[in-house]
């Protein structure tokens, strides 16, 4: 009796395992393909927006690196278009040593809702449009991110208990260009809690279909302007 038991659980056990690889596949797969896919077709609009840098500010480099937490926590080079004054992270420092109100804001948000270090007009498009983050396309064809996950969020962010306990679930997948937080009404004025909630319930309801939804809802979000 227990060696038909063992036996079925074995069964069932390869079976899930087999099923886990085919997922793991496809997701890449698609991962691969869809990259591929939006590097072509927004190539023309990529071309224009590095000369649109390089002339507003240009002595910055085009794009920006960051290193980033990625699946299990292995750090990468994230990219994007830059879209800040050269020495931006320098001047943050400034910022938040000098002005307690926008330390207080920071601290809440992870971001600034007016922030000085943004490059004046092109800046602020490519952010209102996410399309700072088409360079992140590069970072899925490398593997260290996918289409659809949670933000890819700095080491030093989570510093309270809470959010040190909720790191390991966020860093359980790949981060992704677009995310559940990205796509919901009012998240600009959400705080970094928040955004760490919704990435956790993304996790726990992710599937495919999901991830069709939220490619669908950001591009809309992107052509009514209303990006990070």
Do not use: C
């Amino acid at each position: 009796m227990i060696d038909s038991i063992n036996l079925n659980n074995s069964k069932r056990l390869k079976t899930q395992n087999s099923e886990n690889i085919y997922t793991v596949l496809f997701y890449e797969l698609f991962n691969i393909f869809f990259s591929f896919f939006a590097l072509l077709l927004f190539s023309p609009i990529i071309l224009v927006i590095a000369i649109a840098i390089k002339i507003k500010s240009p002595n910055g480099s085009i794009f920006f690196k960051q290193k980033r937490l990625g699946l299990d926590g292995k750090e990468f080079e994230v990219y994007k278009f830059r879209t800040m004054i050269p020495n931006a992270e320098k001047k943050l420092e400034e910022l938040l040593k000098n002005n307690p109100e926008i330390k207080e804001e920071y601290f809440k948000y992870r971001k600034l809702k007016y922030d000085p270090r943004i490059i004046p007009s092109i800046g602020n498009f490519l952010r209102k449009t996410s399309l700072d983050e088409l360079p992140q396309f590069f970072n899925v064809l490398k593997g260290d991110m996918s289409i659809v996950g949670p933000r890819p969020y700095i080491k030093n962010e989570f510093v309270t208990p809470l959010q040190k306990s909720q790191l390991p679930i966020v860093l359980s997948v790949k981060p992704g260009i677009t995310g559940y937080w990205q796509t919901i009404p009012h998240r600009h004025d959400s705080s970094f809690d928040f955004r760490v909630e919704k990435d956790i319930e993304y996790i726990q309801k992710k599937n495919f279909q999901l991830d069709l939804k939220i490619i669908s809802n950001t591009v809309k979000v992107m052509i009514l302007k209303k990006g990070m």
